[in-house]
C-alpha cells in the first residue's frame, strides 16, 4: 500500500516514514501542502496521513478541499491538537480517523491498516492463493505448515500481486506501488525482486505461482484450480 505522509517536522516525518516502511508500505513524505497537492495529483495514493499545523496552511481546510474535488482517499489526522471539539471538527472535515501526538509508531502503523481494512477500502488482513497466504500485519508468507522468509522487498511484492491474482500487473504498476519517489530504482530492480520472490514460492512449492507475461508484466495465480 502506497500512502502519503504530510508532516512538516523533519525528526517525526523521518520516524514516521521509516517506522511504516519497516511495516511493509511505501511511504512519500512531503513537508507542505504544496507538495502534499503535487504528490496527491500524480499519485493514487491509498491513505492520507496528514499534519494540521502546517507551514503554508491548515490541513483541514485542504481535507475539505479533497472532498469538494470528490477524492475519497483515507485521511488518517496527526495533530497535537486533542480536544473534543478538534477531534469532532477534524471528523466533520472529512478526516476518516484522528490520531493525537505524541503517539507509537506502532499504534500508527496499526490505525492504517484498520482503515485500509474497511469496507470499500483495499487491505485484507490475510490474502490466500491456494495453498499460499500472506498475513499483511506480520508480512509472513506461508505455503500450507511451511513459514517462507521473504525480504521486506519481498514481502511488498507478493501483497501487491496477491491482491491482483489472476490479472496481469505491469513492471510500472510494481515500480508505483513498491518505490517512494525519494528512492532511487535501477532498470532491472523489479525483475530481480520477481525472480528471488519466484524461487522463493517455487522452492517451498507453492501452488500459488508467479509467471511473467512476456512483454506485458506479471501474473499471479493457482496453479491446482
Not at 129 to 140: I, K, M, N, T
Not at 183 to 197: K, M, Y
Request: proline share 4%.
Amino acid at each position: 500500500m502506497r500512502l502519503l505522509l504530510v508532516e512538516d517536522s523533519a525528526r517525526l516525518g523521518a520516524l514516521l516514514r521509516d517506522g511504516l516502511t519497516r511495516d511493509g508500505f511505501a511511504v512519500d513524505w512531503r513537508q507542505d501542502l504544496e507538495g502534499a497537492t503535487e504528490a496527491a495529483a500524480n499519485v493514487a495514493y491509498d491513505l492520507i496521513l496528514l499534519d494540521l499545523g502546517l507551514p503554508d496552511g491548515d490541513g483541514l481546510d485542504w481535507v475539505r478541499t479533497l472532498r469538494r474535488s470528490s477524492d475519497l482517499t483515507p485521511v488518517l489526522v496527526l495533530t497535537a491538537r486533542g480536544g473534543l471539539e478538534d477531534r469532532v471538527t477534524g471528523l466533520d472535515a472529512g478526516a476518516d480517523d484522528y490520531l493525537v501526538k505524541p503517539f507509537e509508531i506502532s499504534e500508527a502503523a496499526a490505525r492504517c491498516r484498520a482503515i485500509l481494512r474497511r469496507p470499500g477500502q483495499r487491505i485484507s488482513p490475510v490474502l490466500a492463493l491456494g495453498d499460499l497466504a500472506f498475513d499483511v500485519a506480520s508480512r509472513q508468507a506461508t505455503c500450507g505448515d511451511t513459514s517462507i522468509d521473504l525480504s521486506r522487498r519481498e514481502g511488498d511484492l507478493l501483497e501487491v500481486l496477491m491482491r491482483r491474482a489472476g490479472s496481469v500487473v505491469t513492471r510500472g504498476v510494481l515500480e508505483e506501488s513498491l518505490y517512494p519517489f525519494n528512492e532511487p530504482v535501477t532498470p532491472n530492480a523489479v525483475e530481480v525482486a520477481v525472480s528471488r520472490l519466484r524461487r522463493k514460492l517455487d522452492d517451498a512449492g507453492c501452488t500459488g505461482r508467479l509467471h511473467t507475461v512476456r512483454g506485458l508484466g506479471y501474473l499471479m495465480r493457482d496453479a491446482s484450480a
